[in-house]
């Protein structure tokens, strides 16, 4: 049921609507001067997203499952994509949809053929990455949580369905 208590749900096209608003109202309980900080700003803002991708980006580069997946030669532009693309998932800037159009990240993944195996990968070089930004526990507990849900929604291909 709607109400004015329940607005602000982001679904990007990245599995079950997240609510922002709960974590919202957790930075601005954290913080005394900032009441309306979202979780882009709490996490330390662009800079935060430019790290923890380039991070990620490291760890596809070396990837014997997944880099052969990226089409282009340069990771450059889809690690820029890809920080876009969480600064405005987490309140930040609009830019990627902007340059990008819709997110519709489930149909733009149909090309590739996701995996368990190619799941496990993205999601462990996404966990060095995030110990790299080491956000606090509590904001790494949200974004770590939504990084799992997405690459499982972003899995398309199995075993049992596979010919
Ligand atoms: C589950 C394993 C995943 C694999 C193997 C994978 C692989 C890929 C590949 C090969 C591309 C194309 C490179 C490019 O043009 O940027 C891509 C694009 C992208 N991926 Fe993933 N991905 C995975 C999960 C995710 C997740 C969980 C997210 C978001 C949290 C994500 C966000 C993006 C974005 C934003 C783009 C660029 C889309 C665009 O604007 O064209 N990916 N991914």
């Known amino acids: 049921m709607a109400s004015s208590k329940e607005t602000n749900t982001v679904t990007a096209d ?3 609507p ?3 608003r709960p974590v919202q109202q957790f930075a601005s309980a954290q913080a005394t001067q900032a009441p309306t900080e979202n ?3 709490a996490v330390g803002g ?3 997203f ?3 991708t380039e991070a990620f980006y490291e760890g596809v580069a070396q990837d014997p499952v997944i880099r052969p997946m990226y089409p282009e030669e340069d990771l450059g532009p889809a690690a820029e994509r890809l920080q876009l693309f969480l600064e405005q998932y987490w309140g930040g800037p609009r830019t990627y949809s902007q340059e ?3 997110p519709r990240l489930r149909m733009r993944h149909a090309p590739y053929v996701i995996g368990a195996a190619e799941r496990d ?3 462990k070089h996404m966990r060095h990455a995030m110990d790299v930004v080491e956000l606090s526990p509590e904001h790494d507990r949200i974004m770590w949580d939504y990084m799992v849900r997405a690459a499982n929604f972003m899995v398309n291909s199995s075993e049992l369905t596979m010919k």
Do not use: K, M, N, Q
């Open 46 to 48: 662009s800079e935060t």
């Open 100 to 102: 990008r159009g819709h």
């Open 50 to 52: 430019r790290r923890l």
């Open 39 to 41: 979780f882009y700003e």
């Open 14 to 16: 990245s599995g079950a």
């Open 121 to 123: 990968a993205w999601l």
């Open 18 to 20: 997240v609510p922002l």
